[in-house]
């Protein structure tokens, strides 16, 4: 069967359609922006983490440069501990602690934002 002479009618949208199509456009863009406001605002892991940690991490880019290299990246790119790799968060666990992996332990590396 051929479709190339198929033609498709685009809906009609009289104008009241129109102005509430043009209003919720106008609100979801607000809300977008609100959304990217608030992350923007939001601290990332590099700066919530305690001084005591940020001291040890630079050890550990001295000793480790390139695994050093990619945890400071993971921290810098990232706003909430649940959002690291588990490997990354392992090793932040592992080389700053020497305690093993909880999401406790995890949590205590930052500091608390209440």
């Known amino acids: 069967m051929d479709t190339t002479d198929e033609t498709f009618d685009a809906p009609y949208l009289d104008r009241e359609e129109e102005t509430e199509q043009v209003t919720i456009d106008a609100w979801y863009l607000k ?24 001291i040890k991490l630079t050890e550990v880019c001295e000793e480790f440069p390139t695994m050093g290299r990619n945890l400071t990246t993971a921290l810098t790119s990232n706003h909430s501990w649940s959002d690291l790799k588990v490997g990354d968060a392992q090793c932040l666990i592992v080389y700053l602690t020497d305690k093993v992996f909880s999401v406790d332990n995890l949590s205590n590396l930052f500091e608390n934002d209440n």
Do not use: F, P, S, V
């Open 31 to 54: 809300e977008l922006q609100d959304e990217i406001k608030k992350l923007k605002q939001m601290k990332t892991l590099y700066t919530r983490l305690t001084e005591a940690n940020k």
